[in-house]
């Protein structure tokens, strides 16, 4: 099936149009045949289970809306119990050496290469981002077991030297326990793993709730046995969106648990920092963005555009750190939309993520499409301007739209957008656009593009945020750290720091010396 995106000049606009034969094409699919690695059970203790209730949920395409298949539908009982045998497992791999876990999380990385193309389709089928994008992100995903199968063998105490003579001092680092996490469903591979794999380093066990969304992907991981992971050091636990708040309860407020990681919308982040606090665990989460990516005048503007596209429309826009509100210097303003729309028609294509070409997947369900719809129709109504898109089309795709003349009163500059709309403001100053950078109770991704040295130093320290592109709209690395300011998050994932979040320091002072 093709798509053909053509520029329509009326007047001042420019129009996305998409051919299309009688048939919707939103239903002509190109998926798989089969897909191996699909679990329609849930991992626990190293065997595949039913819920105790015998109750499942469906898992549904967002490309067709069709059924993939079922998982179990567990709840609160069913955690306690994934609690308890990781809470026995963590006994003996709390002992294990870190040369071990190293060995083992090096061999899981090795299997995942070994079929990212199969795991990559599973990906795409219940996730419904472009396949190539899907075997990114799992090549991503498996370097964090790379990665830490390292950093395992890099946790280091220390010796400090004493006032006292008769006194030494030492310090230890040791696993914390049970971790509980609850991961996203728009990188249902990645934010396992670089999770999951920092806490297994660590030496700690995890009880992990996967998106109810796309649970397969999470459970497809559990070929780590194969690696020779012990039962009991990663449990599955899936669960329909009826039982997500009782799951999350349990993680956060069984005192087995003695770690909380998230990644999600803030609203749900406060409630499980307040659950949490029943037991004082320790806690890290990635919350939600409201990413400001700015354009100077003095930017490179294929480059400037270039990064609005990797930033804006990866996941069709379905990322935290997405750019969300595009700040342009008036300067540069008129060529920046002209460039971006050219960018935007030429290079997206829509379609089913196993379609060759496709770029922009379906969003991830109906409720995503209305929001998405609500913040264009929004814009509009307060005066902006339509330049691309704005359409539903079918199903659960979005037109990739842009939006000018967008002003701060409009919700896509407010809220969260995720999804694939480019909502652009023009700004006069650089004093000016840092406050409407901050203005925001969101603080985890932001952009700025110049080619003014000393501009970048300025604007690197002035933004608040814990991530920070300059001259780039891709900057997610293993090796680097990734955690959010204010209201995005507490703590880090990835690079040395990520190690540091499942560990727990312990002072030992030896007298009598």
Request: proline share 4%; glycine share 8%; charged share 20%.
């Amino acid at each position: 099936m093709a798509i053909c995106m053509t520029l329509r000049a009326a007047g001042s606009k420019v129009h996305l149009l998409i051919k299309k034969s009688s048939i919707p094409w939103y239903i002509k699919m190109a998926a798989p045949t089969s897909v191996r690695f699909l679990h329609e059970k849930a991992y626990v203790n190293g065997k595949w289970t039913e819920a105790a209730s015998g109750k499942t949920f469906d898992v549904i395409n967002p490309s067709n809306g069709k059924k993939i298949g079922v998982v179990p539908d567990m709840d609160a009982v069913d955690t306690q119990n994934a609690i308890q045998f990781a809470q026995t497992a963590f006994e003996s791999w709390k002992e294990t050496s870190a040369k071990e876990r190293s060995v083992i999380l090096r061999k899981w990385s090795e299997l995942c290469m070994q079929n990212k193309d199969e795991l990559a389709k599973l990906l795409t089928l219940e996730n419904g981002k472009p396949l190539a994008e899907a075997t990114g992100e799992v090549m991503y995903g498996t370097s964090f077991m790379e990665w830490f199968a390292e950093e395992a063998r890099r946790v280091y105490g220390d010796i400090i030297p004493s006032p006292a003579k008769s006194k030494k001092i030492l310090v230890f680092k040791q696993p914390i326990g049970v971790a509980g996490m609850i991961t996203p469903w728009n990188f249902p591979n990645a934010m396992i793993t670089r999770k999951a794999c920092a806490a297994i380093a660590a030496g700690c066990t995890v009880v992990l709730k996967p998106a109810e969304d796309t649970p397969y992907s999470a459970l497809a991981l559990c070929l780590a046995e194969k690696a020779g992971l012990p039962p009991g050091v990663l449990n599955i636990v899936t669960c329909s969106r009826s039982n997500a708040a009782e799951v999350g309860k349990m993680l956060c407020e069984n005192p087995m648990v003695k770690k909380i990681s998230f990644t999600g919308s803030t609203v749900v982040g406060k409630i499980l920092l307040q659950q949490s606090a029943s037991t004082v665990k320790k806690v890290s989460m990635e919350l939600g963005g409201n990413a400001p990516f700015i354009v100077f005048d003095s930017a490179d503007l294929d480059q400037a555009v270039n990064g609005t596209m990797v930033s804006k429309f990866r996941c069709s826009g379905q990322t935290c750190v997405c750019a969300n509100r595009i700040l342009v210097q008036e300067g540069i303003y008129p060529k920046y939309i002209q460039k971006l729309a050219e960018v935007m028609s030429r290079d997206l294509k829509m379609g089913d993520g196993f379609e060759s070409g496709t770029t922009q997947g379906p969003l991830i369900n109906s409720n995503a499409v209305e929001k998405v719809d609500g913040h264009v129709q929004d814009a509009i109504q307060k005066g902006a301007k339509l330049v691309l898109g704005g359409q539903k089309k079918g199903g659960n795709f979005y037109a990739p739209t842009l939006l000018q003349d967008v002003t701060l009163d409009m919700k896509c500059a407010k809220e969260e957008i995720f999804g694939p709309i480019a909502a652009v403001h023009k700004f006069k100053t650089e004093e000016e656009v840092i406050k409407i950078a901050n203005a925001t109770t969101a603080g985890l991704a932001g952009y700025f593009f110049s080619q003014n040295i000393s501009q970048v130093w300025r604007m690197a320290e002035k933004l608040e945020y814990g991530l920070i592109g300059v001259n780039e709209g891709l900057f997610s690395m293993t090796e680097a750290p990734f955690g959010g300011w204010k209201e995005s998050g507490l703590g880090s994932e990835g690079s040395k720091y990520g190690l540091n979040e499942y560990l727990e320091i312990k002072y030992v002072c030896l007298g009598g010396m």
